[in-house]
Each structure stands twice: as structure tokens, then as C-alpha cells.
């Protein structure tokens, strides 16, 4: 019996082929995802840190929630209630922006950035805790202002806890990107979809995805693992 009736390693080269154009699909959603989800992360970790009543149980609601959901159902409650969103708000006259115009893509990047911006909300407020209160005084004691103290005392021992956690959650959030065919938006695991559907070989186009998720993953972590040597220097109390 001809054994390449069940398996043809052709096709996987025949699929890297013909994923390979979607990585950028993939590397966009992930990096787009992350950046904003950092910057969202950084304000909400803000308010719970500043201990401001009402917006601290904001954010910590919000953390709570997008933590709980799953991510799927998460993409779906963005992907049929940002146009609801946006009809609301024009009817209301608050701004005005045609709901036809809201494409897949980019609810796909705002559902994903609300997931990874919540868990990158808990690594950022738990990185600033780690920094013990007395280098935090001791700073003020010498005459650093609010600002020099963060820059120069807390924000490189902060980076320092933070990045294992963060290199783990950009890599959660690019493997997250795999659910976004669900909403029409192709990238690796949409177009190896569509190429096992084409050509009927199932397992090859999925070994052919995942050997690109595993090159990416493989990559990213070396990246950040570098990166994580050179912060590693702030631990030694090199602060200059």
C-alpha cells in the first residue's frame, strides 16, 4: 500500500507556500495588539496603583472581566457590539463614523488588545509592588523628584520583573491570533484552513502552521530572552 495516500510531506512545502504571505496578517494583529494593549495596561495599572476610589474598581472591574472570558467570546462581544457601539454614539451625536466602515480586522485588534490589556494590567501593577517601598523613599530622601525617581529607581527594577511575564503574554497574545478567522479575518490558521478545505490534506497544512508558530515562537523567545540577560544588570543595584 502507497503510504503517501495518507501522508505527503510535498504538501506541507506546498502549504508553508501558501500560508507563508498570511505571517504578516499574524505578526500585525500580534504587535498591534500588544503595543495597544501596553499602553491601556500602563493607564489601568495607573489607577489601581493611585488608589483613586472609583477608578481603581473600574479597572480592576475591567481586569476582571476580560480575565474571566474566555478569548473567543470575547472577540465575538466586540465583533457584534462595536457597530452597536458606534450606531449609539452617532445617533447620539457624540461622534460620527459610518459602521460599515468598522472592518473584521480592526475588531479583531481591539478584542485581542482589551484580553492581553487586561493580564498586562496585573504584570505591570505587581511589577511596580516588587520594588521594595524603601528604595522608592530613599530616592525621595536624596532629592530625586516623583519623575527621576521613577525613571531612574523604580521603572528599570520594575522592567526587570516584568518582561518573563511579558515575553509570556506576547507569545499567549500571537497564539491568540489564531481564533480571529472565526470573525472572517485570515492569517496562518485561516489560510491553513483554507488550504486543507482546497486540497484535502488535513494533517500537512496544519504541520505546515505549526511549524511557523513554532519558528515565531522559537524567535520571539530568543529575542526576549537577550533581552532579559541585559535587564538582568538592574538587579545588582547598577541603577545608573
Request: glycine share 6%; net charge positive; hydrophobic share 55%.
Amino acid at each position: 500500500m502507497n503510504s503517501t495516500a495518507f501522508f505527503d510531506p510535498s504538501y506541507i512545502v506546498s502549504g508553508l507556500v501558501y500560508i507563508f504571505p498570511y505571517l504578516k496578517v499574524t505578526l500585525g494583529l500580534t504587535v498591534s495588539s500588544v503595543c495597544l494593549g501596553t499602553f491601556w495596561a500602563l493607564f489601568c495599572a495607573f489607577l489601581e496603583i493611585r488608589r483613586v476610589p472609583l477608578f481603581k474598581k473600574l479597572a480592576a472591574l475591567y481586569v476582571l472581566i476580560c480575565r474571566s472570558l474566555p478569548n473567543m467570546v470575547l472577540l465575538y462581544l466586540v465583533y457584534y457590539g462595536l457597530p452597536i457601539f458606534v450606531m449609539a454614539m452617532d445617533q447620539e451625536g457624540v461622534f460620527h463614523f459610518p459602521v460599515e466602515k468598522v472592518t473584521a480586522l480592526q475588531v479583531a485588534v481591539v478584542g485581542l488588545t482589551l484580553h492581553t490589556g487586561a493580564y498586562l494590567t496585573e504584570i505591570f501593577r505587581a511589577a511596580y509592588e516588587a520594588v521594595p517601598e524603601g528604595q522608592k523613599e530613599a530616592a525621595k530622601s536624596i532629592g530625586m523628584t516623583g519623575l527621576q525617581a521613577f525613571f531612574r529607581v523604580i521603572f528599570p527594577q520594575a522592567v526587570t520583573v516584568a518582561l518573563p511575564m511579558f515575553a509570556n503574554q506576547f507569545l499567549s497574545t500571537m497564539k491568540s491570533t489564531s481564533i480571529v478567522f472565526v470573525i472572517t479575518v485570515v492569517e496562518l490558521f485561516g489560510a491553513a484552513k483554507l488550504f486543507s478545505e482546497d486540497s484535502m490534506r488535513y494533517f500537512e497544512a496544519y504541520m505546515a502552521v505549526a511549524i511557523l508558530y513554532w519558528l515565531m515562537g522559537v524567535g520571539f523567545e530568543f529575542i526576549f530572552g537577550k533581552m532579559e540577560v541585559r535587564s538582568n544588570r538592574f538587579r545588582k543595584g547598577n541603577l545608573a
